[in-house]
């Protein structure tokens, strides 16, 4: 009896997943352009309407947030507010979940974390947070499951790049300010996610999106990983999170944070970084605990609920002796890379494509590192030559084929501008519009032709 109406329960949860928790296979959608507004998904009529401008060097005009909040001091807020409830909002939640999609992947910004931002120097839209704790609550009652992607770091972590929120050939994300900058957010983030009911179905967080590919570029990159993940432990273990409940610990969050750094403070466990750093954010929480609209229970238990997946780009997103994240990890930690084809990950023809895709070994590559569980945070349709639709459905098909071999798949984006203007942008950008003329499938678990690499794949 008991075993047939398991059964029976099982049968019917279909792709239903549990909140907070790692689906078994991801099949997922960016949020990109929400919370971090890229200009080229929305530039043909949205961003012109709010303001914004078209350049071919995106540092030379306001083709990013930084520029426009310089230039919109007074406005700006306002702007923001509307662009963040119409860009995604509950019929969007209802067609991600209408799609069968189990995750999001949310990119932010830091200055979601407004007290992080130097208003002096660093101009940004305020009021992000209480946009995202709507949305957070809307993907909770859903059921969708959500990676938290720190998708712009303080001091912009590539150049000339529209997702840093800031265009500009001036890098400056790879410095102990801004990486103490990166932990605090990090930290703030590990707290929200336990104490705060709207974050229940958060289950990762990401500690950078896409860092230079040339890892000696990057100096310091391993430190922070190594950092990123002592933060967020410690943390959770500073809210009874996997610690023998014998432990006792101030009840109210930023004390007991604050006592953890502090008892810590001559051990090998946390490093001067990781404490500060603890410190600032166990702060910052106490103040968006206070603030109306962000409001929430600083004396509340975590205890027994799971700890957070940390999360990096891949050891193999870097070349030139790159840091493996795989040295860092406690705890759960899962591995993130994106393929964008349309970059050059192949010749530029469907056959190349083809080829390249059905042979792919990056998760086996990656595995081999220690860099597993890995899913494709980000990839699309995007092509370097004319494709037809035909090749557009074989394409869907045997990326999803691919990345489902690994822990699953997260498409870039869930939607983009369709306008006469923006043209062709969202037949290859957008999944919504993917499904809507038949490239993706209706059931994201499903492809059209399970053979599509027929012929393709050479024996090794
Ligand atoms: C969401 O925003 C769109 C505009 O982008 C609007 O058409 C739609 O009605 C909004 N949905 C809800 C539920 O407010
Ligand atoms: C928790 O502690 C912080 C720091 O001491 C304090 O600012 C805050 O008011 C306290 N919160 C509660 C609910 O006691
Ligand atoms: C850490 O060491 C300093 C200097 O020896 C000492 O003053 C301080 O009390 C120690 N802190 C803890 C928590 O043991
Ligand atoms: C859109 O794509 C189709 C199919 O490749 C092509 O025929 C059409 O010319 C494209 N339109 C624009 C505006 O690029
Ligand atoms: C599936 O793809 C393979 C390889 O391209 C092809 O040979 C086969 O005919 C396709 N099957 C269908 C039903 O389209």
């Known amino acids: 009896m008991r075993f047939s109406l398991l059964s029976l329960s099982a049968l019917f949860s279909g792709t239903a997943v549990i909140a907070g928790s790692m689906p078994s296979k991801i099949y997922g959608v960016n949020l990109g352009s929400w919370l971090v507004l890229e200009a080229w998904m929305l530039r043909k009529v949205k961003w012109l309407n709010m303001g914004g401008e078209s350049c071919s060097t995106c540092s030379s005009c306001i083709a990013s947030e930084f520029p426009f909040a310089q230039a919109f001091p007074d406005t700006v ?35 979601i974390v407004e007290q992080l931002v130097d208003r002096t120097v660093e101009f940004y839209p305020r009021g992000g947070m209480v946009a995202l704790i709507r949305g957070l609550g809307q993907l909770q009652e859903a059921g969708i499951s959500v990676i938290l992607d720190h998708h712009a770091l303080p001091g912009v972590q590539d150049s000339e790049q529209m997702f840093t929120g800031h265009c500009t050939t001036n890098v400056e994300f790879y410095t102990d300010a801004n990486y103490l900058r990166a932990l605090t957010w990090a930290g703030v983030f590990t707290g929200l996610t336990h104490l705060h009911p709207a974050f229940g179905s958060v289950f990762a ?104 997946t940390t999360n990096f780009m891949d050891v193999n997103w870097q070349n030139d002796n790159p840091p493996n994240p795989a040295a860092a990890a406690m705890g759960p930690q899962a591995y993130d890379n994106h393929l964008y084809y349309s970059q050059g990950v192949a010749d530029p023809t469907p056959e190349a494509y083809m080829q390249s895709i059905c042979n792919l070994n990056r998760v086996q590559a990656d595995a081999a590192l220690g860099n597993s569980p890995l899913w494709f945070g980000e990839w699309g349709l995007p092509t370097q030559f004319d494709a037809t639709d035909e090749f557009l459905s074989q394409w869907a098909d045997a990326q999803k084929l691919a990345y489902s071999q690994g822990a699953g798949w997260i ?31 209706k059931d994201p678990s499903q492809v059209h032709n399970a053979s599509v690499c027929d012929g393709f794949t050479t024996t090794s």
């Open 205 to 308: 967080l990401e500690a950078v999106n896409e860092p230079i590919m040339d890892a000696a570029q990057t100096p310091g990159y391993g430190t922070y990983q190594q950092n990123f993940v002592s933060v967020v432990r410690s943390v959770e273990e500073s809210l009874g999170i996997n610690v023998p409940s014998s432990q006792a610990s101030s009840s109210n969050a930023t004390q007991a944070i604050i006592e953890f750094s502090n008892s810590n403070q001559n051990s090998s466990r946390l490093n001067p970084t990781v404490q500060t750093a603890l410190i600032n954010a166990a702060i910052i929480l106490a103040e968006i605990a206070l603030t109306k609209d962000t409001e929430f229970d600083l004396i509340k238990s975590a205890r027994g609920q799971p700890p957070l």
């Open 411 to 441: 498409f870039w984006n869930f939607k983009v501008e369709v306008s006469t203007l923006a043209g062709n942008l969202s037949r290859e950008w957008s999944y919504f519009d993917g499904v809507k003329l038949g490239y993706l499938t």
């Open 77 to 111: 807020d306002g702007i923001f507010a509307g662009h963040w409830n119409t860009w995604f909002n509950q019929t969007d939640v209802d067609t991600i979940k209408e799609l069968g999609l189990n995750t999001v992947r949310i990119p932010m910004g830091y200055w």
